[in-house]
């Protein structure tokens, strides 16, 4: 039956996740560690990391590992579809009510006032990340790797990819000497 929890869960992810990966992943996170526990705080944050290091959409990256992991390869397919579907309808029928209605205050009003929701739920995801990192590394090297992360991003524009990588090498050269 885990692949049934693998639609329902996936589904439920996707079908309310506005916007795509950003606000889908606080809702996978939801489904994917806290209600059916297919993995823990720190796997997903690596699933996480690593699917945005690689190119194309995170939220299918995310149901074929943890599709994967749960079923093998009748998990990847059902996660997958579980993913794809409820988006892809989705945008079919939306696209075709917002180009009947596009001028309506309720369209506008309901696109603007989602954004608030989705944002509180990425500082949510963030917070819960960042706590576990904090809870395994500590709160100086933390904030270090934070702030270089941040300054190679936002100061030097390098590409958020190479820095994933590079904290996958510092991770995986440096703190195992530690």
Known sequence: MEWLK?????FIAN???????PSSIPLM???????????????????LALGNALPGPIATKIATYVGYEAAGWLGIAIA???????????????????KKHRASPVVKGMTLLVQPVIAIMMVLLTWQMGRT???DIGIW?????????????????????????AAFAYGGLVLPML
């Open 29 to 47: 996170y939801q489904e994917i560690v806290t209600h059916y526990h297919w993995t823990n705080d720190a796997e997903f944050s690596n699933i």
């Open 80 to 98: 997958l579809i579980a993913t794809i579907v409820p988006s892809a309808l989705a945008l079919i029928i939306l696209l075709k009510v917002l």
């Open 15 to 21: 079908v309310l996740g506005y916007g795509g990966g």
């Open 141 to 165: 090297q933390g904030l270090i790797i934070a702030a270089v992360a941040f300054w190679a991003m936002q100061i030097r524009r390098i590409h958020p990819a190479f820095v994933i990588l």
């Open 6 to 10: 693998l639609l329902f869960g996936f």
């Open 133 to 135: 990192s904090v809870q």
